[in-house]
């Protein structure tokens, strides 16, 4: 697994991240927003069920992504572990209720939005198609990276070993205090469960490694440890470009994670 910091760049007005294993592709675009370069406010949020004008934030970063706003697909997240296969056909409807989307068709941006969250975005080379996965703590422990690679592999023939995968900006381990709920959890489904999970000093809680828990799924599903990059960067302790709903409350902004074919 590479660990690189990733590079900051430019689209449009906003500041965006991008992953160096995507960077020389040059069928697929992909970024990752901050906090910078927002004109619409200073908390972007995407989802039709906040209060805050998202069909204006969703502009903005059509316009920085150079394509159109209905080209942009965002699920209606829900901590789900539920996948949805995206075409020119996808209907709002077909959003709902799902955190993670895949696609082989050009020109269709497929996008998520976190704030602590996991984002994990993925890449076949080969069979040319893309997934972006949102993953809390409650898609982690479901395994929704794993879901969705198998996905991919059922509906468009991908092998695991060509995805490239790269985890982006989200909460670490020394800011992810959870409790006997999430601890039971992790300790079922994740075998080394000893290696993602760090006791408190408060009885009753530990510290939870998203990432580690992440690249574990990845590997289990047969991505090769060299295609897959972290980011490495928590969202919790750098203020000043990430926004953080454990730090700044639930009503905070959000980062966009996409991948699009071009």
């Known amino acids: 697994m590479k660990h690189t910091l990733m590079r900051k760049t430019n689209f449009g007005s906003l500041s965006v991240l991008q992953f160096d294993i995507f960077r020389k592709e040059q069928t697929i675009k992909h970024c990752i927003t901050t906090k910078e370069g927002w004109k619409t406010g200073e908390k972007p949020r995407f989802s039709e069920s906040c209060e805050h004008p998202w069909k204006e934030y969703r502009k903005e970063f059509s316009k920085a992504m150079e394509v159109a706003p209905e080209q942009i697909y965002f699920p209606k997240q829900t901590h789900s572990d539920l996948v949805e296969v995206v075409t020119e056909q996808t209907t709002r409807k077909d959003l709902e209720g799902k955190d993670a989307l895949i696609t082989n068709q050009k020109g269709l941006c497929i996008a998520i939005q976190?704030?602590?969250?996991?984002?994990?975005?993925?890449?076949?080379?080969?069979?040319?198609?893309?997934?972006?996965?949102?993953?809390?703590?409650?898609?982690?422990?479901?395994?929704?990276?794993?879901?969705?690679?198998?996905?991919?592999?059922?509906?468009?023939?991908?092998?695991?070993?060509?995805?490239?995968?790269?985890?982006?900006?989200?909460?670490?381990?020394?800011?992810?205090?959870?409790?006997?709920?999430?601890?039971?959890?992790?300790?079922?489904?994740?075998?080394?469960?000893?290696?993602?999970?760090?006791?408190?000093?408060?009885d009753g809680k530990a510290f939870f490694d998203l990432w580690e828990a992440n690249r574990t799924l990845l590997?289990?599903?047969?991505?090769?440890?060299?295609?897959?990059?972290?980011?490495?960067?928590?969202?919790?302790e750098l203020e000043c470009l990430f926004f953080s709903a454990r730090r700044d409350g639930a009503d905070t902004g959000r980062m966009v994670s996409c991948l699009m074919l071009n």
Request: aromatic share 8%.
């Open 114 to 202: 976190t704030a602590d969250c996991v984002p994990v975005l993925l890449f076949d080379p080969k069979q040319k198609v893309i997934g972006v996965v949102h993953a809390g703590w409650r898609g982690t422990v479901d395994k929704l990276v794993k879901k969705t690679i198998e996905r991919m592999s059922r509906e468009f023939g991908c092998c695991p070993e060509n995805i490239k995968a790269g985890i982006g900006p989200s909460i670490y381990k020394h800011a992810y205090e959870v409790g006997d709920d999430v601890i039971s959890l992790v300790i079922e489904k994740f075998p080394n469960y000893k290696a993602l999970l760090i006791p408190s000093v408060r």
């Open 219 to 236: 590997t289990e599903s047969g991505v090769n440890a060299e295609n897959i990059e972290l980011l490495g960067m928590c969202s919790y």
